[in-house]
């Protein structure tokens, strides 16, 4: 099955740094998600995109939806220690009236403190 | 609360047996799913079911069953036949509606000795 590609796979970045990561694909989606998955736990809906150029924020986080509608950006400002976990962006594409989500690889992010 | 729970968190079986994975929810969703995650990897979608007494092959099925006898539960069955079982495995649900997000269940980590 096909999945998103998602950059960068990884990242340290020191406490209070701002951070950025991507999703790109070759198809496009009608709605972007973004997820949050801390260790042995499962992943928790971060913010949610419906339309194409949509800017959304989430506290310190903002996310938008491409104009192209194949890609989307996550940015963390003033990162913290519990901002440590994998974040995953998904594209849900409507298919035949039923919903196919694609889930990215995964961005692995470390704050140190 | 409405939620997703999966059962048990930590399951552990010998190689050649059946095991079966619970999910429920609560929050009166059409659509569940069932995600295999491998260290360090991304979400592979196993079967989902987008209505009762329904249910798809997803990417990786083999190996796999599944049952949608009511809204509220996704049994997942890891059967002998699947080679590679040790895995996390986490439960979705969703509206089910074209654009709806899924939630997730907290996983359950089989281990297969």
């Known amino acids: 099955g096909q999945q998103l590609n998602q950059s960068p796979q990884s990242m340290f970045i020191q406490e209070g740094e701002d951070v950025s990561m991507n999703c790109t694909s070759s198809s496009i989606f009608n709605t972007w998600l973004w997820y949050k998955q801390d260790p042995g736990e499962g992943p928790v809906l971060l913010i949610a995109l419906y339309k194409a150029g949509e800017l959304t924020s989430n506290g310190r986080l903002t996310a938008q939806f491409g104009i192209t509608r194949k890609d989307s950006f996550l940015n963390i400002s003033a990162s913290i220690p519990s901002d440590v976990g994998i974040y995953f962006c998904a594209g849900n594409l409507n298919s035949g009236g039923y919903q196919k989500v694609t889930f990215g690889t995964g961005t692995k992010l470390q704050v140190i403190p | 609360d409405g939620g997703i729970t999966q059962s048990p968190k930590y399951l552990f079986r010998k190689e050649g047996q059946n095991v079966t994975l619970s999910c429920e929810q609560n929050l009166n969703h059409d659509a569940m799913y069932w995600y295999r995650q491998d260290p360090g990897q991304g979400l592979r979608l196993i079967y989902y079911s987008h209505i009762v007494n329904d249910f798809q092959k997803g990417d990786i099925a083999e190996g796999y069953s599944v049952s949608r006898e009511k809204k509220e539960s996704f049994p997942l069955t890891v059967t002998s036949a699947q080679k590679n079982p040790t895995a996390f495995y986490l439960c979705?649900?969703?509206?089910?509606?074209?654009?709806?997000?899924?939630?997730f269940g907290p996983g359950t980590r089989l281990t297969v000795l």
């Open positions: 979705a649900s969703s509206t089910g509606q074209g654009g709806s997000e899924q939630f």
